[in-house]
């Protein structure tokens, strides 16, 4: 792992070995929620097609029946560099230090070449991804010889032979079958530029991408095609101390633009003035993106410039003004997961661009509205009425999880969809969205509860058998404290709905009615499923009981167990894990991160006490809410304990897979709940913005905005607890 050096609006590091390389690319990876580019060098060999990876939100392929991939796009950032015809790739490299600007998200390498013959050549590469422009990014090279006059060749264009490296769904499985997904149909290179036209060998969807070059002193040029590639080669004479500055504009498209990709990126690429211009509007982009979004840390500048990555990456991760398309676990920068979109965006990464872009947390939502029939179809697979949402999904609203017992059990995304829309009009204030798009979520899903509990007649209780909660070390259970809640709660928003609409929309209530066809009986049916849920409290210690197996499990020293952040499931089975009575993650605790209002200090603090022992942190979805709610519990020490590790998860590598995984970016979503909501003590809800400072030691203050009814607030919590919220 190379070490970062993190400050608060810039990360970067100087270890240019192999060993570090894939944490590297994640770690500085950039895109603009259109495209997501890995952190590789351009101009660095050696990488599988599969690794120089280029996603764009959205774009996924079937590689089997009903089963997809997000697509690995042509690699547009192609480029070889040879010094007086050796390749650049093979010489020594001294002083590099590479840099990623969080202010306006340009990366940057500066390094020195050492040949054979003991000669120098300075070499700066700069790349962006454009925040105004979706459709655009640059590249520009500066090269300078130290030592002796140099023939420099570089050679730019676009690569089409990249292929898909397909993650199984079991993390202890290798993942060794490549797949190339995209054909070339259509490749030409010219002096000055070129393009390439893929299509998915399956159902040939279409990307295009094309490029221009430009340099400043007037290099010999050549266009080539070679098998998959496009490119242009430029040749000069380089005298001691002359610079030569390269500048690359590029500019995508794909299928989901419309039905003519090539003319918007050719017509894109023509407004790519240069990589300067670029430069100041992308920047622009990004300065009016942090007003709204930045959180400042006084008094702890690791915090800060962590703090500010993991927005940066939440941000550029994120299809701003696309709703047909969601953020996947790892965003558009690697292919774990298929590019599968999960509860991680709902319930992690939502709540930042709720409360500060919420027109972006609308698009998100409305990405699961525009898959609804898809749930509904496959709810009728399963055997059930309503909507199912799929535990992973892509471009569809159908089920890519293929292990049994996750894909079919864990089925609390359906609540926690129906839960994020719900904190969203309760946020917002936004009732159009309510009755336009939220009440039929909420009335179908509703009816997929109604048949997925059993009715027990001899408890007169309606009982939740054979599901997986968060805790996904308990195995399949039931009775899942998390889910039913969940559940519930979901019901109770159905109900809600149709009665506001009733009361306040009566064209909206028949015109809901007739599309779903809603009854009074089946309302009156989920009214008497919320009262009659299995939910156990143990009445002398007021602990919320995870399900109806955990108490039986066996109990174990945690710490005989786990020496280290490195999941368990690397040592044991998870056969044996199910068995033991330990958590992989929060479950009653997330529950009551989600719904601070719903319980008492004590309930909270006595799930703390019995739960955290217990929990083994197996994923990085846990530390955020561990900090969260040790934030509010004022249990300061383990607060500041458990936000170090969220909040430098990635930049710190603290589970040792952020380079063969990408960046975690439900991970990142947590921290910034931890440090929002948790430290700094944010509340939004129907009566408005209430702000109780749980503030460590370790930070002078936090200051930072908030959107809630359509207003616009400031906060600044200081040392002293001090309180400052002011409507702008």
């Not at 940066?312 to 690697?334: K, V, Y």
């Not at 059993?454 to 259970?477: S, W």
Request: a negative charge.
């Amino acid at each position: 792992m190379a070490l970062m050096d993190i400050r608060a609006w810039e990360i970067s590091c100087t270890d240019a070995s192999a060993e570090s390389r894939d944490f590297r690319e994640s770690i500085f990876s950039q895109g603009n929620g259109y495209m997501g580019v890995r952190g590789f060098r351009p101009d660095a060999h050696g990488l599988h097609p599969a690794h120089r990876s280029t996603f764009y939100a959205g774009f996924f392929e079937y590689i089997r029946p009903g089963i997809t991939d997000m697509v690995n796009q042509p690699d547009t950032m192609y480029t070889e560099l040879l010094i007086d015809g050796a390749d650049a790739d093979a010489l020594t490299i001294l002083d590099y230090r590479q840099s990623l600007s969080l202010r306006d998200g340009l990366l940057t390498w500066h390094y020195t070449l050492l040949d054979g013959r003991g000669r120098r050549m300075r070499v700066e590469i700069e790349r962006l991804i454009d925040m105004a422009d979706l459709h655009t990014a640059a590249l520009r090279y500066t090269i300078c010889p130290l030592d002796s006059e140099t023939v420099v060749t570089l050679r730019t264009g676009i690569d089409g032979s990249v292929e898909n490296l397909p993650i199984s769904d079991n993390q202890m499985q290798d993942d060794t079958a490549f797949l190339r997904l995209l054909r070339v149909e259509q490749a030409q290179a010219g002096c000055d530029g070129g393009y390439l036209l893929a299509t998915t060998r399956t159902s040939r969807r279409a990307s295009v991408a094309c490029y221009r070059v430009m340099d400043d002193r007037r290099a010999k040029r050549q266009g080539h095609r070679d098998g998959n590639r496009a490119y242009t080669q430029l040749e000069v004479s380089l005298p001691v101390g002359a610079a030569w500055r390269v500048e690359k504009t590029i500019a995508v498209a794909c299928y989901r633009d419309g039905d003519d990709p090539y003319a918007l990126a050719t017509s894109r690429l023509r407004d790519c003035t240069g990589f300067d211009a670029m430069h100041t509007r992308s920047a622009a982009a990004w300065e009016a993106l942090w007003a709204k979004a930045d959180v400042q840390v006084e008094g702890n500048e690791l915090w800060q410039g962590a703090v500010r990555y993991n927005i940066f990456q939440l941000i550029q991760s994120t299809p701003r003004t696309d709703e047909h398309a969601s953020i996947g676990a790892r965003g558009l920068m690697h292919g774990r997961y298929k590019g599968c979109y999960f509860w991680d965006t709902e319930v992690f990464m939502l709540p930042l661009f709720l409360y500060t872009m919420p027109e972006v947390a609308k698009n998100l939502l409305l990405y699961r509205y525009h898959t609804l029939e898809d749930a509904k179809e496959s709810a009728r697979r399963f055997s059930v009425g309503g909507a199912r949402y799929p535990w992973m999904a892509s471009d569809t609203g159908f089920e890519q999880c293929e292990t049994w017992d996750t894909g079919c059990c864990e089925v609390h995304i359906t609540a926690d969809i129906a839960y994020a829309m719900g904190r969203y009009v309760e946020v917002t204030g936004d009732t159009d969205f309510l009755f336009r798009y939220a009440a039929e979520v909420y009335v179908e899903t509703a009816r997929y509860w109604q048949e997925r509990f059993n009715y027990c007649v001899e408890d007169g209780q309606y009982h939740l058998l054979f599901v997986k909660g968060p805790d996904e070390y308990c195995g399949v259970t039931t009775n899942d404290f998390f889910t039913v809640y969940l559940a519930r709660h979901n019901l109770l928003l159905a109900l809600d709905a149709v009665q506001r609409l009733r009361r306040e929309a009566p064209e909206r209530f028949a015109a809901l009615v007739k599309k779903t066809g809603l009854t009074d009986a089946e309302m009156a049916i989920w009214k008497r499923m919320t009262e009659h849920m299995v939910l156990h409290q143990d009445e002398r210690t007021k602990v919320w009981q995870q399900d109806d197996t955990f108490a039986r499990l066996e109990p174990v020293d945690v710490a005989a167990y786990k020496d280290s952040d490195e999941p368990l499931y690397c040592k044991l089975s998870f056969d044996r894990l199910q068995r033991l009575q330990v958590l992989k993650q929060p479950a009653v605790l997330m529950c009551m991160a989600m719904f601070p209002e719903a319980f008492s200090y004590e309930e909270i603090d006595a799930a703390w006490r019995y739960y955290e022992p217990k929990t083994l942190h197996d994923s990085t979805l846990s530390f955020g809410i561990h900090a969260l709610i040790a934030a509010r519990l004022d249990r300061q020490e383990e607060a500041i304990r458990y936000f170090e590790k969220a909040v430098l998860l990635d930049l710190r590598d603290v589970m040792r897979n952020t380079g063969r995984e990408g960046v975690h970016l439900a991970a990142l979503g947590a921290a910034w709940q931890a440090l929002v909501l948790g430290f700094g003590g944010v509340r939004v809800g129907a009566g408005g913005v209430v702000v109780q400072s749980h503030l460590p030691k370790t930070i002078d203050s936090l200051s930072f905005r908030l959107q809630a009814n359509q207003k616009t607030y400031s906060a600044h919590v200081s040392a002293n607890a001090a309180v400052q919220l002011r409507q702008q």
